[in-house]
């Protein structure tokens, strides 16, 4: 952008007096014309392990996703048994302050039923109730076995989710390799490499061969980057993306090295504020499970938050691990994880002053980029799922959800009886006392 013909953005200086570029740190914005400040925002990383841990329920019998929103964990389920308990209670209780009159109102009815539920305390009252000396039973019986009903369906309602959601552990069984298993993890692997800036593919220089090995070993040597993967360049809205994509590759590679430079072009520097990259894995023809690791660079994206432009003969570093995972409770299913290991990076600017002399030198026109991705082969992680799902423990916990249900509102029961007959004992007691006071006072 000639600086004669339009004034400079903000965030921005002018070098080679007619040419303007955005201070360290900032990205030129084309469609606006305007220097942004590069931000990081939310989580630098993110990882999937390309395998669904969630239930897997047929989806005719009901949306589980839509169950799942509503119960995160069995503490949904006690709250609503907590809620459905202290409104049954409290209706009971609202019941009580009715007038029975004559025995013909609705609360005396609903007094009535109430009593006819209990189910857990008094079993024979519907047959007492035959005799030909009738007593109506109190209602606290009825009351408290239909709270504890409601209290058993809800806790084994929790031991039902609690069953099906963690019905069995994952165990992974780490084991060292060989040669043949590691032949065996053919994965479609494609890599995404975004240097962020107002650069183009135009910038792009030297893309077309990689290293494979260990440095200073005998078997350390350079290929054609196409006899390992297709790779090309696309221009996006963040700058030019570097993409190689390998079908079924070998993963005899302990290390690989594949390297690229952009370097000056007219009117447009090579210089970039950062990085963005997304690996993924698959098995060849399986898109169900993919597992990818993308993220953000920023510096040093962990300690140094300054803003920064890169540029310079220094490399910038970006390695990777794959850590072959064998999947035995998914059909033998083999996937080579990415991970992001370590950001190195190159020869970088925090200067506006530094960075003008940069661009009006010659020397310093390009930002050499490498991937680096090695292979962990020592060992081989095997994932398999253990079942702690057992129809004895199932029925000893139904026994003892059923059992503790009772206990407590039979201990409810006992002691609001205990105290009705005390309470009741006592007033006969005065009333006693006060007809004998009143029939000595006649005497």
Known sequence: MAAHL??????SFVFNSTLCACNPGYVLNSTTNTCNLFKVDGNVLMMETGVDYSLNWPVSIFSLESLKKFTQSEAVFLEATLFMLLSWLLFCFLIRLGKLGDGRTLWFQIRWWISRLDFCFATRHWLDDQKVVKKRKTELGGTFSVAAWILFIGLLAALLYQIISKRSVEVHNVRATNGPDLMSFMNDMEFNITTISSMSCSNLRNLGTFVSRTPGFPDYSSHSLSTFANYSCHNSSWGPTVILKCNNCPIILDNLYISWQFVDIPNVPATAVGFRFNLTAKNHGDDKHVSFISGTLKNTSNKDDRPITFRGAKVNILKFNLFPRLYNNLHGLKLLQPLFHDFIPGSSIFESSQLRTSLESNGDGLINTTLFVHLLSAYIVEIDNRNIFGIVGF?????????????????????????LRCTLLTLSVLLNSYYTFNSLQLM
């Open 6 to 11: 339009r004034p400079c953005p903000a965030n």
């Open 395 to 419: 029925l000893a916990d139904l026994g003892g959800l059923y059992a503790i249900s009772i206990a407590i509102f039979f201990y409810w029961l006992v002691q609001v009886s205990f105290q």
